[in-house]
């Protein structure tokens, strides 16, 4: 995720809000305000559907859209169709977007306030003066679940002494098999600079291995394919190929089966009857790109081809995340609000912009657009309409519909906390993890509620 101005910090922290209704939900002993153990489950909010199983968006109907959002959306990237060659002034304004010199007074794990010379260090590190006039356009893919970082750096930063859970420069996280463009390297040599369909940042040169386009772009698209459709999976443990063993996979991955491989033909010293057998990217000690089989236990929570898109699976999906914890920009092995919405998205082969200010506003999907001049029964109103999976943005938050009860809308969503009116006193809850809370009672604090600052609706359908 990008540094967020101050109001986006400060919505986030607080969680998603709205004006209470007029007959306030019940506080529970746990605190979270309307919310009973019945809602914590998919079936509840399955049950209420009347056509759970419909079809939202088909197969075409899907890749029609994702070549819309390719083509019309300025925060993606189109690796295919960048020249043979990237400029210095190209490459400098990718990293030069994302590697800025924090304005504000940054902390380290400690508490103790970063140094002027830390940062300058950090500058350094960019290499930035070694950015040739003119450079071949190399390709490469992701070899493991990897962070993107602002620098190149493993330093973890925080805005203030006591806040040591939203690392300023952590950005995302790509998967194994994501195909990315290498445009730069860092001074040491640890770590290159990558541009990838949904995000430009710094990653480990250890997790990515170069090949050539015609490769790494055939892998994307062969066919038969299985897709990681819970939280996560992971691969066999293989003594024979470190690489590939316990490889975690998390939900939207989409990995080539290899259906020629004989059915008695052992992989990796493991017979393979209980798995499927999959083709998984590997980097060679040269830092080049091979193709490996792998096994993926059949027990695994994954799908041969995307799932169905459909009311019932976008709740089943959702929540299979129910309370992991929040991780700003894919931190601590979890994901954040956005990166949330994406990977359930991405089981239906559905793809997102990856940030929050970028999914709100992408001229690609079905949108509702709020302005300030809205009132609050404008946004009301369009609320009773909602249907399930569909996407409530906020200034640096989303939240996805699930449906309705006692009237009010509920929403699942990956967050640090929320805010509401008890009997007239203000309370504040610390969820820091993916939850279901009602949407109608939320504050963003005492005064003012999240409705009013709605100022996005998109809909996948």
Known sequence: MRILSALTLALLLTG??????????????????????????????????????????????????????????????????????????????????????????????????????????????????RVPSSQPTRFGM??????????????????????????????????????????????????????????????????????????IFAYTRKTPYVVVTGSNAHTVFTREQPAISELQLDMGVRLPMLTEWPSDKPVNGQHPYASHVIELPVRTEQGTLQFAPALLPKTADASIGYLPLTPANVLEQSFKFLGERYGWGHSYNARDCSGFVSEIYRSFGVQLPRNTRDQGVSPALNRIAFTESDGREKRLEVLKKLQVGDLIYIPGHVMMMIGYDAGMPYVIHDTTGITYRNENEITRVHLNGVSVTPLTPLLLDENRSLIDHIYSIQRIR
């Not at 007959?23 to 002993?29: A, S």
């Not at 493991?144 to 002494?161: D, E, G, Q």
């Open 142 to 215: 992701v070899v493991r679940r990897a962070n993107l970082r602002t620098f190149p750096t493993h330093l973890r930063v925080f805005s203030s002494h006591a806040e040591t859970d939203i690392d300023r420069f952590q950005e995302s996280a790509l998967f194994p098999g994501t195909p990315v463009v290498i445009a730069h390297s860092s001074n040491d040599g640890e770590w290159l600079f990558v541009v990838s369909p949904r995000y430009e940042a710094w990653i480990e040169k250890r997790h990515v291995a170069q090949g050539s386009a015609q490769e």
């Open 16 to 129: 998603c809000a709205v004006a209470p209704p007029r007959n306030p939900p019940v506080v529970p002993p746990h605190g979270v305000i309307g919310v009973e153990d019945a809602h914590l489950t998919p079936r509840f909010w399955i049950r209420r559907l009347a056509r759970p199983q419909r079809i939202v968006l088909d197969d075409t109907q899907i890749a029609q859209q994702n070549a819309k959002l390719m083509r019309v959306d300025s925060s993606m990237n189109d690796l295919e169709s960048l020249q043979p060659s990237l400029t210095a002034e190209q490459v400098r304004g990718w990293i030069n977007s994302i590697s800025r010199r924090p304005s504000g007074t940054l902390f380290d794990e400690s508490g103790r306030e970063l140094p002027a010379s830390a940062l300058e260090q950090l500058s350094d590190k960019l290499n930035l003066d």
